[in-house]
């Protein structure tokens, strides 16, 4: 083979397809969870949590058009570039798309490639350049 182990091989696809929905349940966590284990029984809001998680199906999907165009700026040769373009945008991400969630998996759908664009971009451009 290469030489690279599993999580060279195969860790992408895991972190591409779960960075949403995981920042999204940070997100919460950090917003509720001091609240809920304040209250003495965090049981509860960690079932809420893991029911959620069925909910979050629909985002799965939609971290790929960053992480994809993240990973064609890698494979270019810049590394750190699509290290910072994705660790930035995805962090403007998820708060959109908890606010593009009221609206529907749609409109999450349509933030997260809209904020995917910079970095198709930037990697046409550096491709086009040579």
């Known amino acids: ?10 860790g992408f696809w895991p972190l591409a397809l779960l960075w949403l929905p995981a920042g999204i349940v940070a997100q919460a966590a950090v917003r509720f969870g001091p609240d809920a284990v304040a209250a003495g029984t965090p049981g509860p809001w960690l079932a809420a949590m893991a029911m959620e998680g069925l909910s979050l ?4 999907p939609c971290g790929l058009p960053l992480a994809l165009g993240c990973r064609r700026l890698w494979r270019l040769g810049c590394r750190r570039g699509a ?24 409109a999450i759908a349509v933030c997260a490639v809209a904020l995917s664009l910079p970095v198709w971009i930037a990697w046409w451009w550096l491709a086009w350049r040579g």
């Open 83 to 106: 290290w910072l373009a994705g660790v930035a945008l995805g962090a403007v991400t998820v708060p959109v798309a908890v606010f593009a969630g009221l609206l529907g998996p749609l």
């Open 1 to 10: 083979m290469d030489g690279r182990g599993w999580i060279g091989r195969h």
């Open 57 to 60: 199906a629909p985002l799965v």
